[in-house]
């Protein structure tokens, strides 16, 4: 009598993970063979005298020691520098609103499902053009960095915190357009397909149906981009797009070290607030 | 007078046959249950009944009148309600808003856009509502109901609509016994109340001879028997569910 039932065994195949897992330790080796034995780096000299003088004195103009009146200190400074933040704030409101106005008024023919009927249960002929043109917006959207728009915008318009929020806008509503269209893809089609059922039209079934069961998630993302925005914003000053990242600049050029200082500390309170705020917008629409 | 009759339909998906030359009728006020083992066409030909998908061939005429005829989804749905399993809510809305979509075919764009803020038509909701014994829950958010409750709202929701046939896919699968009765003893007594045709399919058996008038078996897409209940033997029932492999050994 057999009491034992045989075990049937795993078939050992060379996957695609332990592949990945083999290669990371292959490249890790062999990246670390060449800067050590091909390039002859030595590591140890970026840490040299002259660097460490330099280091030294950096830091210690930002802390204020050799000056007699820190900007932190300075009253005026201080006006100064929280004009720019709210100024950066401005840019970065207005950035956020562009981008996601615009992709709100695309994201509904971007979704795949949409596209091909089966979330409306509808099919027309223009749903894929539509889609792919859309998409395609995105992708180039994407594609650019914000800098970059920021360059060339910042030379048809004149500098300030208006081409500044353009471009931060033209990066990021592909970002969140693409990021909703992913949404409104994974939606439930159930509760559509017997909203249809019901009689609903595509209008009805898209404030019904859809609209409902997508605006939490879609806040959660408009947000968090609001807070890359933020900190993207000083980025694009950089090129003249005003606020925060216009002077930082324009300070470090001048070797005002401590008015350094004092931007940052400005830069940091805005980032706190703006992950604060979003936080409890998150919260509340849970 | 028949509401539904079916004469000769098939419907394929790629290579598998769903279901091949059905005929039947059904008259006004009938309750159907249709059974069968899973793979049947169950699912299929209750799409195919609310004109969600079209069939390959045959004719279909409700209430005397082809379903091509019907143009959109408003004149559709004053003839023809579904239920299904649940999930078939939207979840982040009130119940209230869930009942009303049952008049979503009858209100224009704007009267459905004000009623997400002022809800209209209230006391035909509240009305429905009473009578699924949810009145209490009319504001509470759909997700947060348990299955029986939301099945109960799914109910009336097709009150407010008030269609001449209804047709559930399986509405109890996925609860538990004492609630799977009391959906189906409340969806019958309403059916009565309203003077509507009910076509359900079922897993169970049971319930079907309990709520039933006329039972109607599928198995691999054609119709196994067609009886009213009280015909119904064992006989019946242990050839409708006998298993090809099991019967080899």
Redesign the interface.
């Known amino acids: 009598m057999k009491n034992k039932v045989q075990i049937p065994r795993k078939k050992r195949r060379f996957s695609f993970v332990s592949f990945s897992i083999l290669l990371v330790f292959a490249l890790l080796a062999g990246s670390w063979g060449h800067i050590l034995f091909i390039e002859r780096a030595h590591f140890f000299e970026l840490f040299n005298e002259r660097n460490l003088e330099y280091a030294k004195k950096f830091f210690s103009g930002l802390f204020g020691f050799q000056e007699e009146k820190p900007a932190f200190v300075d009253k005026e400074s201080w006006k100064n520098a929280i004009q720019l933040t709210y100024e950066t704030l401005q840019m970065s409101v207005m950035a956020l609103g562009f981008a996601t106005i615009v992709a709100m008024l695309t994201v509904i023919p971007a979704s795949r499902t949409i596209a091909d009927g089966t979330l409306t ?1 509808s099919k027309r002929w223009y749903h894929w053009i539509l889609f792919g043109i859309i998409r395609g917006l995105y992708i180039f959207s994407r594609a650019v960095p914000e800098l970059v728009f920021a360059m060339v915008i910042v030379f048809i318009f004149k500098p300030g915190i208006l081409p500044g929020a353009i471009a931060l806008a033209l990066h990021n509503f592909g970002i969140i357009g693409k990021l909703c269209a992913e949404v409104i893809e994974d939606t ?1 089609a ?2 559509i ?9 595509n ?2 079934i898209l ?3 859809i609209i ?2 997508v ?2 998630k879609f806040l959660t993302y408009i947000l968090y981009r609001g807070e890359v925005i933020m900190r993207t914003s000083i980025v694009v000053g950089f090129v003249g797009a005003g606020g925060l990242g216009q002077q930082f600049k324009l300070s470090l050029s001048y070797f005002h070290y401590t008015e350094i200082t004092l931007l940052l500390i400005c830069y940091i309170i805005l980032v706190f607030i703006a992950d604060f705020i979003s936080e409890g917008f998150r919260k509340a629409a849970r | 007078m028949h509401i539904v009759e079916i004469n000769n339909l098939s419907k394929q998906f790629g290579r598998k046959i769903a279901i091949s030359s059905l005929s039947f009728d059904i008259k006004k006020g009938e309750t159907v249950a249709l059974i069968g083992p899973s793979g049947a066409g169950k699912s299929t030909l209750l799409n195919i009944l ?1 004109g ?1 998908i079209p069939p390959d061939t045959g004719i279909y005429l409700l209430d005397g009148k082809p379903i091509q005829q019907y143009k959109n ?2 004149e ?3 003839k ?3 239920i ?1 399993q649940q ?7 009130p119940a209230i ?1 869930n009942v009303l ?2 008049r ?4 224009g ?1 704007f009267k ?2 004000l009623s ?1 803020f002022v809800p209209q038509d209230k006391q035909a909701a509240a009305n429905a509502l009473q009578r699924v014994g949810l009145l209490d829950k009319m504001h509470d958010q759909t997700s947060r109901m348990s299955g029986g409750e939301q099945q109960r709202v ?1 109910m009336a ?1 097709l009150l407010v ?1 008030n269609p001449e046939v209804i047709l559930a896919d399986e509405p109890v699968a996925s609860l538990d016994p004492a609630r799977a009765e009391d959906i189906l003893e409340m969806l019958t007594k309403l059916v009565a109340e309203e003077k509507q045709t009910l076509v359900m399919s079922l897993h169970s058996v049971e319930y079907a001879k309990k709520y039933f008038s006329r039972i109607v078996a599928l198995r691999d897409g054609e119709i196994f028997f067609d009886l009213p209940t009280e015909d119904i033997t064992k006989e019946h029932l242990t050839g409708l569910y006998s298993l090809k492999e099991l019967s080899q050994e």
């Open positions: 249960v439930d159930r509760p397909r017997n909203l249809a059922s019901a009689g609903a039209s209008a009805q404030f019904y149906g409902p069961a605006m939490p | 609310a969600s989804r408003r559709l749905a004053n023809i309600g579904v299904r999930f078939d809510l939207v979840p982040a809305l808003h979509a049952g979503l075919g009858e209100w764009f459905s856009m997400l799914a929701r609509q």
